[in-house]
């Protein structure tokens, strides 16, 4: 018997949307089509789901189950985040005026890591190996995302194919001094701190974290420290630079606090089933993994390095992810 699951990746600026087979005999998930709508596109929770479902030339009532994942906290009726929305997102309500079919919204990183529990995480293509580990089915993972924000979800499947999930606030972790690197990368890094603190993004007594690092415009104001005559370009105009690789010294630092991330994660939750990242930032730079300094931000926490070493590193390039893990979820905790 297939069953069709509808799964939103709702974000603070677009929705992405899909419907999802499940062949619930073959355990089998198949992304059968997708669409995207911006949010400002519409005036309110009603149209945006009337826009998706022509998007999908389906009703949401016509769906087995639907699976939300979203920015922000749902409290049971509505979903909150802390930028807004640009209109009320009551789901509980809307769900009822319409008949819509059991459902569920979820932290938007759920479903990230609940993608690597299906079969579209064994297609290649669908993966951008950083190492050469073995991957562990069954093994503690984490799916790690930088865009906007920073999100990050673990994850441990079972082998019944059941599956647990944590909760965290991982990017709001501060940005301390790196147990080992070189003088010139601590000088850096203090310098870094000072400026930030001077011109740009933190108050007197505010702390650096990763999110107000890497996220967001982390990009240019860390681009304006190390070219001052720069200073007006826009992060489109940055990001085109470092890609460019007419950014050098951006990029090399950048990819070393990527990399100091990586192994903070590492540290926090010893993932012996990978570090998997994605998100905007990953995704539209991945020359960031191609940097030796990425490396050495990893190692610049050297503690357990050995055992981490053996944990699987890569990224997650597969535009469907987000949907397939979304149907997972609702295949495991809303159907069965």
């Known amino acids: 018997?297939?069953?069709?699951?509808?799964?939103?990746?709702?974000?603070?600026?677009?929705?992405?949307?899909?419907?999802v087979d499940y062949d619930k005999h073959q355990n089998h998930l198949h992304c059968k089509q997708s669409g995207l709508i911006k949010i400002r596109d519409c005036i309110s929770l009603d149209q945006l789901t009337q826009e998706l479902e022509n998007v999908l030339d389906m009703k949401m009532s016509h769906a087995d189950a639907i699976c939300i994942g979203a920015a922000g906290q749902y409290n049971g009726e509505s979903l909150q985040l802390a930028a807004g929305y640009p209109y009320a997102m009551h789901f509980a309500a809307l769900a009822k005026q319409y008949n819509w079919p059991v459902f569920s919204v979820i932290?938007?990183?759920?479903?990230?890591?609940?993608?690597?529990?299906?079969?579209?995480?064994?297609?290649?293509?669908?993966?951008?190996?950083?190492?050469?580990?073995?991957?562990?089915?069954?093994?503690?993972?984490?799916?790690?995302?930088?865009?906007?924000?920073?999100?990050?979800k673990d994850g441990i499947l079972f082998e019944n194919g059941d599956f647990w999930l944590g909760t965290n606030e991982f990017g709001h972790i501060g940005v301390v001094m790196p147990p080992s690197a070189s003088k010139q990368t601590l000088e850096r890094h203090n310098a870094l701190l000072y400026f930030l603190r001077e011109k740009y993004i933190l108050k007197k007594d505010e702390g650096l974290s990763f999110e107000k690092l890497l996220a967001g415009q982390g990009m240019a104001h860390m681009h304006h420290f190390f070219y001052p005559d720069q200073k007006n370009k826009t992060i489109e105009e940055v990001g085109d630079l470092v890609r460019q690789k007419k950014a050098p010294e951006t990029l090399a630092a950048y990819a070393w606090y990527v990399g100091l991330l990586v192994g903070t994660a590492q540290l926090s939750f010893m993932p012996d089933g990978g570090v998997w990242l994605t998100g905007g930032v990953v995704l539209n730079h991945l020359e960031i993994f191609e940097q030796d300094d990425f490396f050495l931000g990893i190692e610049a926490s050297p503690a357990y390095l050995n055992l981490r070493q053996q944990f699987p590193l890569g990224i997650l390039c597969g535009k469907d992810h987000a949907f397939m893990g979304g149907a997972y979820y609702a295949s495991k905790r809303l159907l069965d």
């Open 1 to 19: 018997m297939t069953h069709k699951i509808i799964t939103w990746d709702l974000g603070a600026t677009k929705c992405a949307v899909a419907v």
């Open 107 to 152: 932290h938007d990183y759920s479903p990230i890591v609940c993608a690597t529990f299906t079969n579209y995480f064994e297609e290649p293509s669908n993966i951008k190996r950083l190492n050469a580990v073995p991957l562990h089915p069954l093994g503690r993972r984490i799916a790690l995302g930088i865009g906007t924000g920073i999100g990050l």
